[in-house]
């Protein structure tokens, strides 16, 4: 699990969209939950956000150097399918 999150150099933030109660964000605060302490034991430097707000899709922004930003909606998505989507955004220089 270690490499998998080794963010690359032009990542400058990482930010979890997600419902604190809802039904279809329980799979990503899970996947949080277990994962954020190696993400950010790995990548001390980098602000890794979670949101939480009444209602909201689960879905992951990661923004890197000049501005630019990617999102990938998490919704319906096993842990599996999140760790492989967040370990492709996290390893992209865009």
Do not use: W
Not at 10 to 33: D, I, M, P, W, Y
Not at 82 to 90: A, C
Request: net charge positive; proline share 5%.
């Amino acid at each position: 699990m270690a490499t998998k999150y080794a963010f690359a150099q032009g990542l400058k933030e990482l930010r979890f969209l997600f419902c604190q109660t809802s039904e279809h964000s329980a799979v990503t605060r899970n996947f949080l939950t277990k994962s954020y302490p190696t993400m950010k034991k790995h990548n001390p430097y980098t602000p890794i956000m979670l949101r939480e707000a009444s209602g909201t899709e689960p879905k992951v922004y990661a923004r890197y150097e000049f501005g630019k930003e990617k999102m990938l909606p998490l919704k319906d998505l096993d842990d599996k399918a999140i760790e492989k989507q967040i370990t492709e955004l996290v390893k992209s220089t865009i």
